[in-house]
């Protein structure tokens, strides 16, 4: 499993190897929504699913990243050539209804 963005690393052939490509692509105020929930739980400690002494913080940068920085042009332009050129196995989530749907296993999702 590959979990986040990390295009610079073998992103075509990690697209063609995986059984299935799942783009969450949540709006910015839900990202910063979660994002903010998650640092008032978790401040100051380590998230189980960190790496230890990786406490959890937030800072103007990583705020810019989920409302901004991380939602350009360019990468619009790559998770859309994903779906076009791996579209029998990419499914797009774009809320939570959806994926609890998808988590259930009740409902499919056309890309």
């Given at each position: 499993?590959?979990?986040g963005?990390?295009?610079?690393?073998?992103?075509?052939?990690r697209?063609?190897?995986a059984?299935?490509?799942?783009?969450?692509?949540f709006?910015?105020?839900?990202?910063?929504?979660r994002?903010?929930?998650?640092?008032r739980?978790?401040?100051?400690?380590?998230r189980?699913?960190?790496?230890?002494?990786?406490?959890?913080?937030?800072?103007?940068?990583?705020?810019?990243?989920?409302?901004?920085?991380?939602?350009?042009?360019?990468?619009?332009?790559?998770?859309?050539?994903?779906?076009?050129?791996?579209?029998?196995?990419?499914?797009?989530?774009?809320?939570?209804?959806?994926?609890?749907?998808?988590l259930?296993?009740?409902?499919?999702?056309?890309?």
């Amino acid at each position: 499993m590959i979990d986040g963005n990390y295009n610079a690393l073998s992103y075509e052939r990690r697209c063609e190897e995986a059984d299935v490509i799942i783009q969450m692509l949540f709006g910015r105020l839900d990202c910063l929504s979660r994002c903010l929930r998650r640092y008032r739980i978790n401040r100051g400690h380590n998230r189980p699913d960190m790496t230890k002494g990786c406490d959890e913080k937030i800072d103007w940068e990583f705020i810019r990243w989920i409302l901004w920085d991380g939602r350009t042009r360019q990468r619009r332009d790559l998770y859309r050539n994903t779906r076009s050129q791996f579209h029998e196995k990419v499914i797009v989530i774009r809320d939570q209804r959806q994926l609890d749907c998808y988590l259930r296993g009740s409902c499919p999702f056309p890309s």
